[in-house]
């Protein structure tokens, strides 16, 4: 049965995707998070707290993560001047590299996916996929009244 429910499709199609760009990171001593994250950081900065919202990570993630690649030599932390309480992180050099690298991959990921479905198929995937979120962040799922 488990083959036949949404979530079990879900769950086996993102764990392929994490799978291919763990795979496809270790190659440069990166992961899947560090690229994502490189991802996510503005040029000017990014607010740490506004990285984990931003991303859909929990904070304790994102704290590994951050000390990872500040280790790495991928980022480095300043005061946010704006605000004294607050830090932003900002990308090295090598992290704009690496950056650059993630994109591109991100990029090819996508064109090979686009070459092999259609527009439709695509269009489709988009609209199931923002429906799921929908009701779950409408609460439609898993309530004591279930709404179709």
Do not use: C
């Not at 991802?39 to 990014?46: A, P, Q, R, V």
């Not at 962040?137 to 004591?144: A, G, P, S």
């Amino acid at each position: 049965m488990t083959e036949k429910t949404i979530d079990h499709v879900l769950r086996a199609t993102w764990q392929a995707v994490a799978k291919s760009y763990n795979e496809e990171a270790s190659k440069y001593g990166a992961t899947m998070a560090i690229a994502f994250t490189l991802l996510n950081i503005d040029k000017d900065g990014t607010a740490s707290t506004a990285l984990g919202p931003k991303m859909g990570m929990e904070a304790t993630s994102l704290s590994r993560t951050l000390k990872n690649m500040e280790d790495k030599g991928l980022i480095y932390r300043k005061k946010n001047p704006d605000d004294g309480r607050s830090v932003l992180i900002f990308l090295t050099d090598y992290g704009i590299d690496m950056r650059n690298i993630s994109k591109e991959k991100v990029l090819a990921f996508n064109e090979i996916i686009n070459k092999n479905l259609s527009a439709e198929k695509i269009a489709h995937f988009h609209e199931v996929s923002n429906t799921i979120v929908d009701l779950i962040q409408q609460r439609k799922i898993f309530n004591k009244k279930q709404t179709n």
